[in-house]
């Protein structure tokens, strides 16, 4: 199981910081992924972090603003969010898969809504 929280209402350039707490599988011999998606558009990858946390891919636009990370003792991703524009709403979920891939997902958790406003 995994749970994303740590959304809400933010100004342009302001900052967030997203959790994804899991469950049910060992934590530490899994990739995490955060995607989102904004109304009427398709779900995006963000980025990708591998089990051990040495490996991260972010997507273009958000590289150099987001940073991906992850505690393994807390069971527990996250997504830090700086520089935060209007393109950057979305409902924000992360998801894994049962191959340690980067780009492989099989379950999916709730998503925590991001809102920037002008």
């Known amino acids: 199981q995994l749970q994303a929280s740590g959304g809400g209402l933010v100004q342009t350039g302001g900052s967030l910081r997203l959790s994804c707490e899991a469950s049910?599988?060992?934590?530490?011999?899994?990739?995490i992924g955060w995607f989102r998606q904004a109304p009427g558009k398709v779900r995006e990858g963000v980025a990708c972090?591998?089990?051990?946390?040495?490996?991260?891919w972010y997507e273009d636009s958000v590289k150099g603003r987001f940073t991906i990370s992850r505690d393994n003792a807390k069971n527990t991703a996250y997504l830090q969010m700086n520089s935060l524009d209007y393109e950057d709403t979305a409902v924000y979920s992360c998801?894994?898969?049962?191959?340690?891939?980067?780009?492989?997902?099989?379950?999916w958790g709730q998503g925590t809504q991001v809102t920037v406003s002008s």
């Open positions: 998801a894994t898969g049962n191959r340690n891939i980067c780009g492989w997902y099989d379950y």
């Open positions: 049910g599988f060992t934590f530490d011999e899994h990739h």
């Open positions: 972090i591998g089990s051990d946390g040495e490996y991260a």
